[in-house]
């Protein structure tokens, strides 16, 4: 795309920016942290005691291992404990919109209501 | 010579309450694979400054998560830190000329402390241009691991001192920077490491309200009208000038008070010079507080950032910055240059406001003055920002992080 754009505007190719793009790249280190769920319940508890960065790996850059369908939380509510509507509930919660803690907060209302329900 | 720090404790459990008990869960996890490995830290002045601080914090709490880690300082007598201070200057772009005996100095002072420090540790962590030298105290290349830290912004070096450190950093492992703007084109790896703060020290840690009325009638603030703050060394590059020229704009509009408050460094020789030029501009103009603290006085820091209505931090040249993300901690609506890793903490009318000049930096102090719940929103998004990216223990799990990958299959 940006070959086919400066072949066809020329005159942008060398046009130069005030600032500076800089390249970087991330290394992702992926620790256990020895916690582990079977029941709503469980889930809801370890996910109240999760970190950013472990909240991040499962619920943002999930999406981009599963292809941006879906992510690590909602696949394992679905697939392991069968519950569908949660888990597409909990999938659709805004990520550009909200922080981690609200994000998480929001997650955990849904889970909460889910509770009730049985 | 050699001068070990005693470094002041706060149980790695108590941020749990900050953070949550899941991030020192994850700090714990990543440590593991760490416990027992060597590690020393080494930088130039044990009080004053932000690396300093940092460290004061950051040792204890690695050793909490059971790693073998100290800290030395490097010493060094007037004229090292005349040189290391012009050196700074110079890496931040002002105009020097650097002279043979200058690197000649700079090189005896590495070559003494060479000498006197162990530097045998399994991974050698060197902070900012004064002690990059002693590389040279490595036995062989591969027989540990050594990394540089630095703090300050290399994005327009002069040319002679960077050509002539550059040859001291281009034989370490890997050089860790606070911002992709401030690093070279290196043959070495590069890591973006965010400074950080910390929550629990007394410089931010929460304050009764009487201490802060306290430290207000100490020093004669008025605490019914509008307190503008800027916490810095009195440094050209922190541009204190500028400030009063921002505050004397905003004054016609507004019946606000400025509060310049500034520690000294013991490798800063240049502070009293600009304290003196500051006096002058202030022109004994009652409004404008001047305070001089000691090198050490952050129960006062804190108190005077939490009692301002504006804190501001007009730098012409910055490294991060580290006073905003403590005025955001403190959910204070921030007025600061666009430069060093500033932007970074302050993303303009999210966080904070950034400005490019004196009249810009008073415009955005009245448009704050007028708008208060835009200033409170402010302070809120701000405060967020620095629990995920700039607290201390974001930066204990980058460096383990760091510390697991420069030791994998070690």
């Keep these: 795309m940006v070959r086919d754009f400066c072949e066809a505007q020329p005159q942008f190719a060398s046009q130069s920016a005030l ?9 992702e280190v992926t620790a256990p942290l020895g916690r582990s769920a079977r029941t709503l319940d469980e889930f809801r508890d370890n996910l109240l005691h999760l970190s950013h960065a472990g909240f991040h790996f499962h619920f943002i850059s999930s999406r981009l291992r599963l292809q ?28 550009y919109t909200n922080t981690l803690d609200s994000a998480r907060a929001k997650m955990l209302r849904l889970i909460d209501r889910e509770r009730r329900k049985n | 010579l050699k001068e070990t720090l005693a470094v002041s404790r706060i149980p790695l459990e108590h941020y749990a309450e900050l953070i949550g008990g899941g991030e020192i869960e994850e700090l714990r996890a990543l ?4 416990h027992g490995r060597s590690i020393e830290m080494i930088n130039s002045t044990a009080v004053g400054g932000g690396v300093a601080e940092i460290l004061n914090r950051f040792v204890p709490l690695a050793e909490e998560l059971d790693l073998n880690i100290k800290w030395d300082v490097m010493t060094g007598a007037e004229d090292f830190f005349d040189v290391t201070k012009s050196f700074h200057n110079a890496l931040h772009g002002e105009p020097y000329h650097a002279s043979h005996r200058d690197f000649e100095i ?11 420090l162990p530097l045998d540790a399994e991974i050698v962590v060197i902070h900012d241009p004064q002690p990059a030298a002693l590389i040279n105290g490595r036995r062989r290349p591969g027989s540990n691991h050594w990394v540089w830290r630095c703090h300050i912004d290399l994005s327009h070096p002069n040319r002679a001192v960077w050509e002539f450190l550059e040859k001291f950093v281009s034989r370490y492992d890997g050089a860790m920077f606070s911002s992709p703007e401030f690093s070279r084109q290196l043959s070495i790896p590069q890591y973006l490491f965010y400074p950080a703060i910390d929550p629990l020290s007394e410089k931010n840690c929460p304050l009764d309200q009487d201490f802060i009325e306290q430290t207000l009638h ?8 509008p307190i503008l703050t800027q916490i810095s060394r009195f440094d050209r ?44 501009e ?7 507080k001047i305070l001089e603290l000691p090198a050490w006085a952050p129960l006062e820091v804190n108190a005077l950032q939490r009692a301002s209505t504006i804190v501001i931090q007009k730098s012409l040249r910055e490294g991060f910055g580290l006073t905003v993300s403590e005025a955001l901690w403190k959910k204070k609506p921030v007025v600061a240059s666009a430069v060093g890793g500033i932007p970074t903490q302050i993303i303009h009318k999210h966080t904070g406001l950034l400005t490019h000049s004196v009249e810009g930096t008073a415009y955005q102090i009245r448009f704050l003055l007028s708008h208060p719940e835009i200033a409170a929103k402010l302070g809120e998004h701000g405060h967020q920002h620095v629990k995920e990216n700039f607290l201390i223990t974001q930066k204990l799990k980058r460096y383990l992080v760091l510390f697991l990958m420069l030791t994998r299959g070690t």
């Design chain 2, 237 to 280: 590059l922190k541009d204190p000038v500028g400030v009063i020229r921002a505050y004397r704009i905003v004054k016609r509009y507004f019946d606000c008070q400025l509060v310049l408050a500034g520690g000294s460094a013991t490798d800063d020789p240049e502070g009293a010079i600009v304290l003196k030029e500051v006096m002058r």
């Design chain 1, 19 to 27: 600032e500076r793009f800089y390249f970087c790249e991330s290394v």
């Design chain 1, 68 to 95: 941006l369908r879906t992510n690590d939380f909602s696949f394992w509510l679905s697939d392991g404990l069968g519950l569908r509507t949660l888990a597409d509930s909990i999938n659709h919660i805004d990520i």
């Design chain 2, 218 to 225: 100490r020093y004669q603030i008025d605490p019914q009208r």
């Design chain 2, 106 to 116: 700079f090189l005896a002072y590495n070559e003494h402390n060479r000498a006197t």
């Design chain 2, 31 to 34: 440590a593991k694979p760490l």
């Design chain 2, 282 to 288: 202030a022109n004994q103009d009652p409004d404008i």
